[in-house]
C-alpha cells in the first residue's frame, strides 16, 4: 500500500508538473508572437517615417536648388544693376522662390548681400528643420523595433527550454527505475525555473 501510495504521489507530481510546464511553455509562445507583431508594427511605422522624411529632404532640396537661382539673381541685380536693397523683395525680375526664402533668408540678405544661401541659418533651419526632425523621431520606433524583437527571440529561446523540460517529464513517465525518474524531475523542474525567471524579466503583452 505504501507503495503504490508513493507511486501515485509521483505520477500526480509529474502530472501536475506536465501541466504547469505545458502552460508555460504555451504563454511563452504567445507572448512571442505578441512581441514579434508589435517589431513588426514598430518596423512598419518606422519605414512610413522614413519615407515622409526622405519626401521632405526630396522637396527640401528642390525649394534650395530653385532659392539659390533666385538668390544669386538678386545678388546680380543688386551688385551689378545697382538695385537698392529694399526694392530687391518685390522685384519682379527675381520674384520667384519659396515661402522659406523671402520668410527666413530674406533679412540674411538684408544684413549681408554677399552671404551665401547656406550660410543663412534661419533659412536653412526652416527648409530641412522639417526633415530633421521627422527622421529623428523614427529612432524611437527602430530601438522599439529591436527591443521588441530581442524579447520575441527570448521567448521563443523559452519555448524550447520549456520543450525539453516537457520531453524529461514525458520521460519519467515510462520509467521504473525511482532514482532515474526522481533526477529527470529535478533537472526538469531547474530547466523550468531557469526559464521562469527569464520569463518574468521580459513585460508581458496582454493584447
Known sequence: MKAFLERLSRDLLIV????????????????????DGRANDAR??????LADANNMFVTAEVKYRDDLTVWKDKQVRHFIDGVAVDDLYDDLRTKN???ELYNDAWSCFVEDPMMQLAECVPYMTAL?????????????????????????????MLTALFAVSLFLLGV???????NLVAYLVIFSTVIWSVGVFILFSIPAVLS
Open 16 to 35: 501536475v508538473m506536465l501541466g504547469v510546464v505545458s502552460t508555460t511553455a504555451a504563454w511563452a509562445a504567445v507572448q512571442s508572437s505578441l512581441h
Open 44 to 49: 512598419s511605422e518606422y519605414a512610413l517615417i
Open 97 to 99: 522662390g519659396s515661402y
Open 128 to 156: 530641412y528643420g522639417p526633415y530633421d526632425e521627422t527622421w529623428a523621431s523614427g529612432d524611437e520606433y527602430w530601438e522599439m523595433s529591436n527591443t521588441e524583437s530581442g524579447y520575441s527571440n527570448t521567448l521563443q
Open 172 to 178: 519519467t513517465a515510462v520509467m521504473k527505475v525511482q
